[in-house]
């Protein structure tokens, strides 16, 4: 009779088991007795009647993101690609509609989000759908949070994660940003050059008029000597067109001391005439008369005072 009770007794066991359940955090799970709903249970440690109740889904309440790549055309006739990313959330207190109403929830999104963007980016160029994504999103955001909400889903958030023209167009906008930028790095250069010219040409007005004083500062030290040599020898005892001559001869040993300084040097000096010739001559010879008493009247005048 011991035989008859172990596979009773394990049969109770089998059956007081499998009435307990446990269902995970963030997970619901949908509940049926004899093929018809019954209820549902969230996460915890929960009892059904063996063979009578039967767990048929365990439904998922985590943050799900469905991603949708949609082809369509521009305003300016222009194939693109947008990939939309939907972020969606079976709700928690509409476990019932999600699993029920639904059967396949993905495509009942897709299907949503192609009808929202081919009505709204053939109404834009495509510069605008690269700044109004946002605007495009939100509108399919607004499509699907009226339409998922009936079925016990809520539309977290839809983002335009991507868009992709096609190449030759691609090609022919990087050709436009790169003819834009060289020319204003054209400009640019074309400035830099102006205010190098422009400067440059101050820097030489600058330098003429620096030169200028300078060289007006040299002739007037030139006169201003010139003039305390003629007072000088005019105190001697010469008279100014005889100091002038002095002057003369004494510049002119000076440049010839100068150019036989430096070697490979040539000098001639030429009349413009015969009589320019001899007037040079006297001019000269009177110039060393002038330069002779000038010496012995130096030395009287030592000899006078060392007496």
């Known amino acids: 009779m011991n035989f008859f009770l172990i596979p009773i007794v394990f049969f109770g066991l089998v059956m007081l088991f499998s009435s307990f359940f446990t269902v995970k955090q963030q997970t619901s799970a949908v509940i049926e007795r004899f093929g018809k709903f019954h209820s549902i249970r969230t996460s915890g440690l929960h009892m059904k009647i063996p063979l009578v109740d039967r767990i048929v889904a365990r439904v998922g309440l985590k943050i799900q993101q469905l991603d949708v790549i949609v082809e369509t055309k521009t305003l300016d006739d222009v194939f693109t690609k947008l990939k939309i990313s939907v972020q969606y959330v079976v709700l928690k207190e509409k476990v019932y509609d999600a699993f029920y109403k639904l059967e396949y929830p993905h495509d009942q999104i897709t299907s949503y989000v192609f009808d929202v963007v081919r009505a709204e980016v053939p109404k834009m160029k495509l510069d605008d759908v690269f700044v109004k994504k946002d605007d495009i999103a939100i509108a399919v955001k607004a499509e699907l949070q009226e339409a998922?909400?009936?079925?016990?889903?809520?539309?977290?958030?839809?983002?335009?994660?991507?868009?992709?023209?096609?190449?030759?167009?691609?090609?022919?906008?990087?050709?436009?940003?790169?003819?834009?930028?060289?020319?204003i790095a054209a400009q640019f250069?074309?400035?830099?050059?102006?205010?190098?010219?422009?400067?440059?040409?101050?820097?030489?007005?600058?330098?003429?008029?620096?030169?200028?004083?300078?060289?007006?500062?040299?002739?007037?030290?030139?006169?201003?000597?010139?003039?305390?040599?003629?007072?000088?020898?005019?105190?001697?005892?010469?008279?100014?067109?005889?100091?002038?001559?002095?002057?003369?001869?004494?510049?002119?040993?000076?440049?010839?001391?100068?150019?036989?300084?430096?070697?490979?040097?040539?000098?001639?000096?030429?009349?413009?005439?015969p009589q320019a010739g001899s007037d040079m001559l006297n001019n000269m010879v009177a110039s060393f008369t002038a330069s002779n008493m000038i010496g012995e009247s130096m030395k009287k005048t030592s000899v006078a005072k060392k007496k």
């Open 148 to 183: 998922m909400i009936n079925y016990g889903f809520g539309i977290i958030k839809t983002l335009v994660t991507d868009i992709d023209p096609d190449a030759q167009v691609k090609e022919a906008m990087n050709r436009i940003n790169a003819s834009e930028r060289e020319k």
């Open 189 to 273: 250069e074309g400035d830099a050059a102006r205010i190098l010219i422009v400067e440059k040409a101050k820097a030489e007005a600058e330098s003429k008029r620096l030169q200028g004083m300078g060289i007006a500062d040299q002739r007037r030290e030139i006169a201003r000597g010139l003039e305390e040599s003629v007072e000088v020898l005019n105190k001697v005892g010469i008279n100014s067109q005889e100091a002038s001559a002095l002057i003369v001869v004494t510049q002119h040993y000076d440049t010839l001391q100068s150019i036989g300084g430096e070697t490979n040097t040539n000098l001639i000096l030429l009349p413009n005439s």
